[in-house]
């Protein structure tokens, strides 16, 4: 074709103009030293894709030219010149159902612009006219109906003829990861992650927050609140606390902030929080309430006095309170490293802000927390306070300066000076005669006091008491254990005894609210002894314990109060066997099972007997099964199963534990023999057959004298289909061993069972034996004549 001329086509209606080769370069493909972004896209031909798109060297297009001219039949003018640059082309291909309107299909770079005529695509058949009426792809099937459809992402409209974009029927909550295309000036499509599509509307920002509430955490407490904002245009999103915003990250670049994370990290009053979202279209705001389940601080210790054997506490209230308080918690060990819910707790109800903790040891080191406590739980726990008990009191040493003998004359005044060392606290002195004070008692460490004469040899005692006191202190390190009804107790001797000891009181009770003066006591009177069993106590009670020592000076301290909950008390087996009433059955191959059920502290241990002989598992056709619930402590059951029930016997079960034994029979009576006859043998004669056996195994009846209780029968038949009613039998008295049975067939096959019987009834029939008759002997036999001739005289 000529380049650069214009073309009619009278089916197209259209001009067709050629560029010519020498123009066209490859400037479309070309990238700038400037610029990146030389690529210029072929343009977009309705109905139609680019099919392909190619470079063409100058040797290529030489080649095409020359081809060119000989498949016209031409020849090749001599002045051609061919153009020494490349060139780009795309082509054309049109969609299925439509088809060019002439031969155009291709266009040519020419200084980063595709020229010169366009390719155009024209529907087939119905779709040739105004496309069928359809807004995109149109297709005509068999030029008598039109089908419209539609690109990817759009879908057709009622009219079956507009391609829409689909309207989804849920409003987004959040845009996380979504990308939004526009649906129409107020409705955006928007695709989200797995698949999911939402509609976002223009206008004002709709605020979803999750998780949705009440919000309450404790003391210090940590919480994540996301608010969304929902809406186009796209709102700004903030938190708010109070009239401060919180920390405000500005969005990345090209991105679309739509949710912001607050983030409450130890928070320990109760607070608001405000979400905020405005766009052009409006501004609307959350607020949510962050509720502190609990005080917001801890009490503050004022002061710890510590004693020998207690330590007494003072503090002030919480600085942050969230509402009332109620009570507080006290918190105290001698080991800081173990976790909080192992430590010793005492409750102070609200308003006392004192406590005394008693029952200490002396001079040792105790960890104290406190809490607060409000009607919604614990508030924040308080850090550890370190204090040290004091030593234990010591006894005092009571030293008499003029000796423990004084020689005064009669009636001639003296003195007798009381020195006292080693005494902690100061002890109270007073100066005794024959048990009786003679001066009322002073704290000092030394007293003297003046006699004005004597007559007699008299004794006078100085008398010196603190808080160590007469008694000695609690005993150390008790234990106990539980065994049933009974608890064993075992502890140690006092560390200050104060005198020479004489026992022990164990006091013990189950309602420990009661003063102790009304708890039930044990005394022992050897000092020696140091453990005791208290028996004779209620089953699966707790009870609540204490023990002192006593010296020849008088009772010493308690010690805590400890606890221990009984079990059940020893008993010995009680049997009960299911079923209890003599079983009676008739002899079958279906198993015969026995239960038993033993109730015991300890726990029974069961055997069982048949007939006075040890039943061992899986021995002689027995099972023998434990069947004790698993959490059962005071009873054991066990079943007994005979594989079979084909014999008379005595079930006996026997439950032993260390406080005895018990048992229980079950007789079994089998309704006869439990066996069909052994050594069954069927032996072919020539006037039928005979059959032969020993007794069975097992006859369930007993031999009398020269009489035997039981019989046989014997069932035989031609046809083993029958029923066995229909076989023929023969009884056979119960001495008898054999039985000829006398038939007339010859060479016949019979089938043969032998069955048992006894007084009690027919036994388990034997299984069947094969055998066939005989032949009859011949009878041959000779018959001679004798003649006799009589002459006649």
């Given at each position: 074709?000529?380049?650069?001329?214009?073309?009619?086509?009278?089916?197209?209606?259209?001009?067709?103009?050629?560029?010519?080769?020498?123009?066209?370069?490859?400037?479309?493909?070309?990238?700038?030293?400037?610029?990146?972004?030389?690529?210029?896209?072929?343009?977009?031909?309705?109905?139609?894709?680019?099919?392909?798109?190619?470079?063409?060297?100058?040797?290529?297009?030489?080649?095409?030219?020359?081809?060119?001219?000989?498949?016209?039949?031409?020849?090749?003018?001599?002045?051609?010149?061919?153009?020494?640059?490349?060139?780009?082309?795309?082509?054309?291909?049109?969609?299925?159902?439509?088809?060019?309107?002439?031969?155009?299909?291709?266009?040519?770079?020419?200084?980063?612009?595709?020229?010169?005529?366009?390719?155009?695509?024209?529907?087939?058949?119905?779709?040739?006219?105004?496309?069928?009426?359809?807004?995109?792809?149109?297709?005509?099937?068999?030029?008598?109906?039109?089908?419209?459809?539609?690109?990817?992402?759009?879908?057709?409209?009622?009219?079956?003829?507009?391609?829409?974009?689909?309207?989804?029927?849920?409003?987004?909550?959040?845009?996380?990861?979504?990308?939004?295309?526009?649906?129409?000036?107020?409705?955006?499509?928007?695709?989200?992650?797995?698949?999911?599509?939402?509609?976002?509307?223009?206008?004002?920002?709709?605020?979803?927050?999750?998780?949705?509430?009440?919000?309450?955490?404790?003391?210090?407490?940590?919480?994540?609140?996301?608010?969304?904002?929902?809406?186009?245009?796209?709102?700004?999103?903030?938190?708010?606390?109070?009239?401060?915003?919180?920390?405000?990250?500005?969005?990345?670049?090209?991105?679309?902030?739509?949710?912001?994370?607050?983030?409450?990290?130890?928070?320990?009053?109760?607070?608001?929080?405000?979400?905020?979202?405005?766009?052009?279209?409006?501004?609307?705001?959350?607020?949510?309430?962050?509720?502190?389940?609990?005080?917001?601080?801890?009490?503050?210790?004022?002061?710890?006095?510590?004693?020998?054997?207690?330590?007494?506490?003072?503090?002030d209230p919480p600085h942050i309170v969230n509402r009332p308080i109620t009570s507080y918690t006290i918190y105290y060990t001698n080991n800081g490293n173990q976790p909080i819910k192992n430590w010793q707790q005492m409750e102070v109800k609200e308003p006392s802000n004192t406590a005394m903790i008693e029952n200490l040891r002396p001079s040792t080191q105790y960890y104290i927390r406190l809490r607060a406590n409000d009607q919604m739980g614990p508030g924040r726990l308080g850090n550890p306070a370190l204090v040290t008990t004091l030593k234990p009191a010591s006894r005092p040493l009571v030293t008499?300066?003029?000796?423990?003998?004084?020689?005064?004359?009669?009636?001639?005044?003296?003195?007798?000076?009381?020195?006292?060392?080693?005494?902690?606290?100061?002890?109270?002195?007073?100066?005794?005669?024959?048990?009786?004070?003679?001066?009322?008692?002073?704290?000092?460490?030394?007293?003297?006091?003046?006699?004005?004469?004597?007559?007699?040899?008299?004794?006078?005692?100085?008398?010196?008491?603190?808080?160590?006191?007469?008694?000695?202190?609690?005993?150390?390190?008790?234990?106990?254990?539980?065994?049933?009804?009974?608890?064993?107790?075992?502890?140690?001797?006092?560390?200050?005894?104060?005198?020479?000891?004489?026992?022990?009181?164990?006091?013990?009770?189950?309602?420990?609210?009661?003063?102790?003066?009304?708890?039930?006591?044990?005394?022992?009177?050897?000092?020696?002894?140091?453990?005791?069993?208290?028996?004779?106590?209620?089953?699966?009670?707790?009870?609540?314990?204490?023990?002192?020592?006593?010296?020849?000076?008088?009772?010493?301290?308690?010690?805590?109060?400890?606890?221990?909950?009984?079990?059940?008390?020893?008993?010995?087996?009680?049997?009960?066997?299911?079923?209890?009433?003599?079983?009676?059955?008739?002899?079958?191959?279906?198993?015969?099972?026995?239960?038993?059920?033993?109730?015991?502290?300890?726990?029974?241990?069961?055997?069982?007997?048949?007939?006075?002989?040890?039943?061992?598992?899986?021995?002689?056709?027995?099972?023998?099964?434990?069947?004790?619930?698993?959490?059962?402590?005071?009873?054991?059951?066990?079943?007994?199963?005979?594989?079979?029930?084909?014999?008379?016997?005595?079930?006996?079960?026997?439950?032993?534990?260390?406080?005895?034994?018990?048992?229980?029979?079950?007789?079994?009576?089998?309704?006869?023999?439990?066996?069909?006859?052994?050594?069954?043998?069927?032996?072919?004669?020539?006037?039928?057959?005979?059959?032969?056996?020993?007794?069975?195994?097992?006859?369930?009846?007993?031999?009398?004298?020269?009489?035997?209780?039981?019989?046989?029968?014997?069932?035989?038949?031609?046809?083993?289909?029958?029923?066995?009613?229909?076989?023929?039998?023969?009884?056979?008295?119960?001495?008898?061993?054999n039985l000829t049975v006398h038939v007339d067939d010859e060479d016949t096959p019979y089938v043969v069972k032998v069955q048992a019987a006894t007084d009690d009834g027919a036994g388990i029939i034997s299984e069947a034996y094969e055998v066939t008759t005989g032949r009859k002997r011949e009878f041959k036999s000779r018959i001679y004549c004798r003649a006799q001739i009589v002459k006649e005289l």
């Amino acid at each position: 074709m000529p380049a650069n001329v214009l073309f009619r086509r009278w089916a197209s209606r259209r001009e067709i103009c050629y560029p010519r080769y020498e123009d066209l370069d490859t400037s479309c493909t070309d990238i700038t030293e400037r610029s990146m972004t030389g690529l210029v896209a072929p343009p977009v031909v309705p109905h139609a894709t680019v099919r392909a798109m190619a470079f063409v060297p100058p040797d290529n297009l030489r080649r095409l030219i020359i081809q060119y001219y000989r498949q016209q039949g031409k020849l090749m003018p001599k002045n051609v010149t061919f153009s020494p640059k490349s060139f780009l082309f795309v082509k054309y291909h049109c969609d299925f159902g439509y088809e060019l309107i002439d031969e155009v299909d291709t266009l040519f770079c020419h200084r980063k612009s595709w020229v010169n005529t366009v390719p155009v695509c024209r529907g087939k058949g119905l779709c040739q006219s105004n496309n069928g009426g359809c807004s995109h792809s149109c297709l005509s099937i068999n030029d008598v109906t039109v089908e419209c459809r539609c690109p990817r992402g759009m879908t057709l409209d009622s009219d079956q003829r507009t391609c829409i974009k689909p309207i989804p029927k849920t409003l987004c909550r959040s845009l996380s990861g979504c990308t939004c295309s526009s649906i129409n000036d107020n409705q955006y499509s928007c695709s989200c992650p797995k698949g999911a599509k939402c509609l976002l509307l223009k206008g004002p920002p709709k605020l979803y927050v999750e998780p949705p509430g009440p919000y309450e955490v404790p003391p210090g407490g940590n919480l994540n609140i996301t608010c969304s904002a929902v809406a186009f245009p796209f709102p700004d999103i903030y938190w708010q606390r109070g009239d401060n915003n919180l920390q405000i990250t500005p969005a990345k670049a090209g991105t679309v902030k739509n949710e912001q994370v607050l983030i409450i990290k130890e928070l320990f009053k109760n607070a608001e929080f405000t979400c905020i979202a405005n766009n052009s279209e409006g501004k609307v705001e959350r607020t949510v309430k962050v509720t502190i389940t609990g005080p917001g601080s801890a009490p503050v210790l004022r002061g710890a006095l510590s004693g020998r054997t207690n330590i007494a506490l003072r503090w002030d209230p919480p600085h942050i309170v969230n509402r009332p308080i109620t009570s507080y918690t006290i918190y105290y060990t001698n080991n800081g490293n173990q976790p909080i819910k192992n430590w010793q707790q005492m409750e102070v109800k609200e308003p006392s802000n004192t406590a005394m903790i008693e029952n200490l040891r002396p001079s040792t080191q105790y960890y104290i927390r406190l809490r607060a406590n409000d009607q919604m739980g614990p508030g924040r726990l308080g850090n550890p306070a370190l204090v040290t008990t004091l030593k234990p009191a010591s006894r005092p040493l009571v030293t008499i300066e003029q000796g423990e003998e004084l020689l005064v004359g009669p009636l001639k005044p003296f003195e007798l000076g009381c020195n006292i060392t080693r005494a902690d606290p100061m002890p109270v002195v007073t100066w005794q005669h024959k048990g009786r004070p003679l001066n009322n008692g002073e704290k000092t460490l030394f007293m003297k006091m003046h006699i004005g004469g004597i007559i007699e040899n008299t004794a006078f005692s100085c008398v010196a008491e603190n808080e160590a006191g007469k008694s000695p202190t609690a005993p150390e390190r008790i234990r106990y254990q539980i065994e049933g009804d009974k608890v064993n107790l075992q502890w140690e001797q006092p560390r200050i005894t104060n005198a020479p000891m004489v026992g022990y009181d164990i006091l013990y009770t189950d309602d420990p609210s009661l003063p102790d003066d009304q708890w039930k006591v044990k005394h022992i009177d050897n000092p020696y002894d140091h453990s005791i069993t208290i028996s004779d106590l209620n089953e699966r009670t707790p009870y609540t314990f204490k023990i002192r020592g006593k010296n020849r000076l008088g009772e010493g301290l308690l010690s805590r109060p400890f606890n221990a909950t009984t079990w059940l008390g020893a008993r010995p087996p009680f049997v009960t066997v299911t079923p209890s009433d003599k079983i009676v059955k008739e002899p079958s191959n279906e198993p015969l099972s026995i239960e038993c059920e033993a109730l015991g502290v300890p726990k029974p241990k069961i055997i069982w007997l048949w007939s006075g002989q040890l039943v061992e598992d899986g021995k002689d056709e027995f099972r023998v099964y434990d069947i004790t619930p698993m959490d059962a402590h005071d009873r054991a059951t066990s079943k007994l199963i005979a594989q079979s029930t084909t014999r008379t016997g005595t079930a006996t079960c026997q439950a032993i534990n260390t406080e005895g034994s018990d048992e229980k029979r079950t007789e079994v009576k089998v309704l006869g023999p439990g066996s069909p006859p052994m050594s069954i043998q069927p032996t072919p004669m020539h006037i039928g057959f005979d059959v032969s056996w020993h007794p069975p195994k097992r006859p369930n009846g007993r031999i009398k004298a020269r009489f035997i209780d039981y019989n046989y029968i014997v069932y035989y038949t031609k046809d083993p289909d029958l029923p066995l009613a229909e076989w023929k039998s023969q009884v056979v008295d119960g001495d008898h061993r054999n039985l000829t049975v006398h038939v007339d067939d010859e060479d016949t096959p019979y089938v043969v069972k032998v069955q048992a019987a006894t007084d009690d009834g027919a036994g388990i029939i034997s299984e069947a034996y094969e055998v066939t008759t005989g032949r009859k002997r011949e009878f041959k036999s000779r018959i001679y004549c004798r003649a006799q001739i009589v002459k006649e005289l």
